[in-house]
Nanobody, 115 residues
Framework: QVQLLESGGGLVQPGGSLTLSCATSGFTFSWGAMSWYRQAPGKARELVATINEGGTGETFADSVKGRFTISRDNAKKKVYLQMNSLNPEDTAVYFC????????WGQGTQVTVSS
């Protein structure tokens, strides 16, 4: 059974930073790419960042380039999202996602950027 458990969200002021973590189980983590998505109220879920299975290649949405970093630890079966220079438009529920199990999602972690 695939499990994705996101954590690390919270309330942060504009310009602040947060690091999200996603602990996984139930599949061979190192076999596929991992991504972070986010969904703001009233909006569709959008892809934020992806990292390949070896951790050697990353892609980012234009809206977060230069501010967010994605990384993974295959030994710990975890993926991370370091978010810097946060702004109110980054407010959303953030989800991690395994490419090899496209229909499986966790509960997400809420990120709120507000003064």
């Amino acid at each position: 059974q695939v499990q994705l458990l996101e954590s690390g969200g919270g309330l942060v002021q504009p310009g602040g930073s947060l690091t999200l973590s996603c602990a996984t189980s139930g599949f061979t983590f190192s076999w596929g790419a991992m991504s972070w998505y986010r969904q703001a109220p009233g909006k569709a879920r959008e892809l934020v960042a992806t990292i390949n299975e070896g951790g050697t290649g990353e892609t980012f949405a234009d809206s977060v380039k230069g501010r967010f970093t994605i990384s993974r630890d295959n030994a710990k079966k975890k993926v991370y999202l370091q978010m810097n220079s946060l702004n109110p438009e980054d407010t959303a529920v953030y989800f991690c996602h395994a490419a090899i199990f496209p229909d499986d999602w966790g509960q997400g972690t809420q990120v709120t950027v507000s003064s």
